[in-house]
């Protein structure tokens, strides 16, 4: 079974330029989120979407970030325009989401993003 | 307000010894818990949960204890080998419920080197 894609896999750009990041969950998977994750913290969740409707967005900074999922497949993620302070690990996870609680979560190998 | 808490950012442990990571949470409402372990440049992999309605779970040479009324979690990993070395996440779920949305709250991690 093929895990979580994500690309690309680094991506530095200059502050108040755009990024975007994209994610392939496994398939099957309703639920995906949007994790970022600064050095030394934990991830820290963005956005999760359930199929291609946002469940929870409230840790979005929505003045500059913004996520899509249409057809409730893949996923984009962008930035616009980048901040230093947004320099981070993006990671991607999905699960199954066809019930309630406890569901595990698998991970994308993330896009480490640096901001100049 | 960090809700999720591993105050621990490293632990050493010689091989075959027993490692315990500790995890503590704020939130008493939080109803299952999960422990994630990363590798450099890896996203998280899914180790182990537990229910609330469990004080303890087994898998293989990973058990995690959880004390509710502490609210404090813990997992052990016994021997441990070289390979265990990485850093571990303990995280912490809210059920939203009616829109099986799911909030996940990652603690800042322990970074777990197993000396041979």
Same mark, same amino acid.
């Given at each position: 079974?093929?895990?979580?894609?994500?690309?690309?896999?680094?991506?530095?750009?200059?502050?108040?330029?755009?990024?975007?990041?994209?994610?392939?969950?496994?398939?099957?998977?309703?639920?995906?989120?949007?994790?970022?994750?600064? $050095?030394?913290?934990?991830?820290?969740? $963005?956005?999760?979407?359930?199929?291609?409707?946002?469940?929870?967005?409230?840790?979005?900074?929505?003045?500059?970030?913004?996520?899509?999922? $249409?057809?409730?497949?893949?996923?984009?993620?962008?930035?616009?325009?980048?901040?230093?302070?947004?320099?981070?690990?993006?990671?991607?996870?999905?699960? $199954?989401?066809?019930?309630?609680?406890?569901?595990?979560?698998?991970?994308?190998?993330?896009?480490?993003?640096?901001?100049? | 307000?960090?809700?999720?808490?591993?105050?621990?950012?490293?632990?050493?442990?010689?091989?075959?010894?027993?490692?315990?990571?500790?995890?503590?949470?704020?939130?008493?409402?939080?109803?299952?818990?999960?422990?994630?372990?990363?590798?450099?440049?890896?996203?998280?992999?899914?180790?182990?949960?537990?229910?609330?309605?469990?004080?303890?779970?087994?898998?293989?040479?990973?058990?995690?204890?959880?004390?509710?009324?502490?609210?404090?979690?813990?997992?052990?990993?016994?021997?441990?080998?070289?390979?265990?070395?990485?850093?571990?996440?303990?995280?912490?779920?809210?059920?939203?419920?009616?829109?099986?949305?799911?909030?996940?709250?990652?603690?800042?991690?322990?970074?777990?080197?197993?000396?041979?």
């Amino acid at each position: 079974e093929a895990g979580v894609a994500q690309s690309p896999r680094y991506k530095i750009i200059e502050k108040r330029q755009s990024v975007a990041f994209w994610c392939n969950p496994i398939s099957g998977h309703a639920t995906l989120y949007w994790y970022q994750q600064i $050095l030394g913290q934990g991830p820290k969740l $963005l956005i999760q979407f359930q199929n291609n409707g946002v469940v929870d967005d409230s840790q979005l900074p929505k003045d500059r970030f913004s996520a899509e999922r $249409l057809k409730g497949v893949d996923s984009t993620l962008k930035i616009q325009p980048a901040k230093l302070e947004d320099s981070a690990v993006y990671l991607c996870a999905s699960s $199954l989401g066809n019930r309630v609680g406890g569901e595990t979560q698998y991970f994308g190998p993330g896009t480490r993003l640096l901001v100049l | 307000d960090q809700q999720v808490k591993q105050n621990s950012p490293s632990l050493s442990v010689q091989e075959g010894r027993i490692s315990i990571l500790n995890c503590d949470y704020t939130n008493s409402m939080f109803d299952y818990f999960l422990w994630y372990k990363k590798y450099p440049a890896e996203g998280p992999t899914f180790l182990i949960s537990i229910s609330s309605i469990k004080d303890k779970n087994e898998d293989g040479r990973f058990t995690v204890f959880l004390n509710k009324s502490a609210k404090h979690l813990s997992l052990h990993i016994v021997p441990s080998q070289p390979g265990d070395s990485a850093v571990y996440f303990c995280a912490a779920l809210l059920l939203e419920g009616y829109n099986y949305g799911q909030n996940f709250v990652f603690g800042p991690g322990t970074r777990l080197s197993v000396l041979p």
